[in-house]
């Protein structure tokens, strides 16, 4: 005999007093992503005079590093962190 599984499912609906600081932190994610994309699209070719291209890999702490001002630069609301997971999403996604 078999034994019958029964899933439920929660339903969560955000309350429209929290709506206008989940857009904002969504926007501030989607630049943090924006400007990683930038520098490493910027410096992943660099040509050297009579040579050629030089391909370079940026790490996610090497982003880490260039990017650390961002936040205090344009005045996000987002944790360190938060910043810090979206840099290695991209790396995770660019490797």
């Not at 309350?15 to 910027?42: C, G, P, S, Y």
């Amino acid at each position: 005999m078999t034994e019958k599984t029964n899933l439920k499912t929660l339903k969560v609906r955000i309350k429209d007093k929290h709506k206008l600081i989940l857009e904002r932190m969504a926007f501030e994610v989607n630049q943090v992503w924006n400007v990683a994309n930038e520098v490493t699209a910027n410096y992943s070719d660099i040509p050297i005079p009579e040579v050629g291209w030089l391909r370079t890999n940026f790490s996610a702490f090497d982003l880490q590093k260039d990017l650390k001002r961002l936040k205090a630069e344009r005045g996000f609301i987002l944790h360190s962190t938060t910043v810090q997971e979206v840099i290695a999403t991209h790396y995770k996604a660019r490797r």
